[in-house]
């Protein structure tokens, strides 16, 4: 699980924090955007084609408002949460925004093992901001895990403190904790207020604001960009004034559903997404408690974290 320090009584960013007002800021240096690392045991890979460098760039606003990722022949795009076969080595739009909408709190199962279950096949939001231009950041949940009432490896085991308060908020808010020093976990508050639990974000398949996301994480391959929880809050620019936001409020960082209507109309199809079966597995990263099946993911994913060996069972 991951945390950060919180009083009780402001769990909840405050207005200088808030990310829809801070916005997403430019990476550190001015550094311009490169192209993602050839290798040849990681099979979804792409190359990064953006205008040349020029001698001053004030920000990265044009390059990341302008970058076309080209995947190479015979690798795998993911756009709009799809697996398609690239033999021509189609040019693919990152900026393209998907018809992602808002879930409310009214939506979440009130059990912390079946959200984490929910939760696998929706979408996590930042929103563009202040320093990085018209750039937003979005991907499909593809392994969450769960930390249940009585769990001992939970953070709220031990009853709510200052630093665990966002997870005894109501379902739905963030709980960010730097952990090992390193590291930023992004969890989410899972039962009702004042009952503390919660589940881990730990993996998505990124869809957009890859160049962002890139930049973020350099030197990364597409696969590895936000698959496991450090890289995908490190990807999405997640850290303590995360703590306590109310990740249904639909601006700054939300989770969201695909607007199946709408994606349908925009890619002129009658027929629905296909279906993606969801698998369960012990957790991984503990010390006990790791035979209880708590791990959800879409099976197939490429972008799952962890060993692969234990990749196998539907839920």
């Known amino acids: 699980m991951a945390t950060m320090v919180a009083q009780r009584g402001s769990a909840r960013c405050t207005d200088a924090a808030r990310p829809q007002q801070a916005g997403v800021r430019a990476p550190e240096g001015g550094a311009t955007l490169g192209r993602f690392p050839q290798s040849a045991t990681v099979p979804l890979h792409a190359s990064l084609r953006h205008e040349p460098e020029r001698r001053a760039r004030p920000s990265l606003e044009r390059p990341l408002q302008s970058a076309i990722f080209i995947l190479e022949s015979n690798a795998m795009s993911t756009l709009a949460g799809k697996y398609v076969s690239n033999d021509n080595a189609p040019a693919i739009d990152a900026s393209a925004a998907l018809p992602i909408v808002p879930l409310r709190r009214e939506e979440l199962p009130v059990d912390t093992v079946e959200l984490a279950r929910f939760m696998v096949g929706k979408y996590l939001v930042r929103d563009a901001g202040e320093g990085a231009g018209d750039v937003r950041l979005a991907g499909r949940l593809v392994e969450v895990e769960a930390y249940p009432l009585g769990d001992s490896t939970s953070h709220a085991f031990i009853g709510q403190r200052a630093w665990n308060a966002s997870m005894f908020l109501a379902r739905g808010h963030a709980y960010v904790r730097l952990t090992y020093g390193s590291a930023y976990m992004l969890n989410m508050s899972s039962e009702p207020e004042e009952v503390g639990a919660g589940v881990l974000f730990r993996a998505v398949e990124p869809l957009e604001g890859l160049a962002l996301m890139a930049h973020r994480r350099r030197g990364a391959p597409l696969r590895d960009l936000t698959r496991g929880p450090g890289r995908l809050t490190q990807a999405y620019g997640i850290g303590q004034s995360f703590d306590g936001f109310d990740l249904c409020s639909g601006q700054g960082l939300w989770i969201g559903r695909l ?38 993911y879409e099976m197939g994913s490429p972008f799952v974290s962890g060993p692969r060996k234990l990749l196998a069972n539907g839920a």
Do not use: Y
């Open 259 to 296: 607007d199946l209507a709408a994606h349908k109309a925009a890619q002129k199809a009658a027929q629905e997404d296909p279906a993606r079966t969801v698998g369960v597995t012990t957790r991984i990263g503990l010390s006990r408690e790791t035979e209880r099946l708590l791990r959800f």
